[in-house]
């Protein structure tokens, strides 16, 4: 990751980086535990869950993740045709 940086430079900019990915993962995460339970949770008569909401949390959780990664995968399409657009002569 050289850019004509000095040593103490690159590693201001790699912490940043890490706190940034972090930041952005509880992001993701909290978003993911509020909108499952917002949608499967419903009954607070009893302290444990039912059998239907820690179903459809399961589910949830899953289909949540499947739909990350499938656009992390478009995003990656993406981005490699657009580099490939910016390599080709005009």
Do not use: W, Y
């Not at 009893?46 to 995968?73: D, F, H, N, P, Y």
């Amino acid at each position: 990751m050289d850019m004509g940086l000095s040593a103490a430079e690159q590693r201001e900019l790699e912490g940043r980086l890490q706190k940034r990915q972090m930041k952005d993962f509880m992001g993701l995460f909290s978003n993911l535990v509020d909108h499952c339970f917002v949608s499967c949770v419903d009954d607070f008569t009893s302290k444990s869950l039912s059998t239907r909401e820690t179903g459809c949390i399961q589910r949830c959780v899953q289909k949540q993740m499947a739909q990350s990664q499938r656009l992390s995968e478009r995003f990656a399409e993406h981005n490699t045709a657009m580099s490939q657009q910016a390599q080709q002569p005009r």
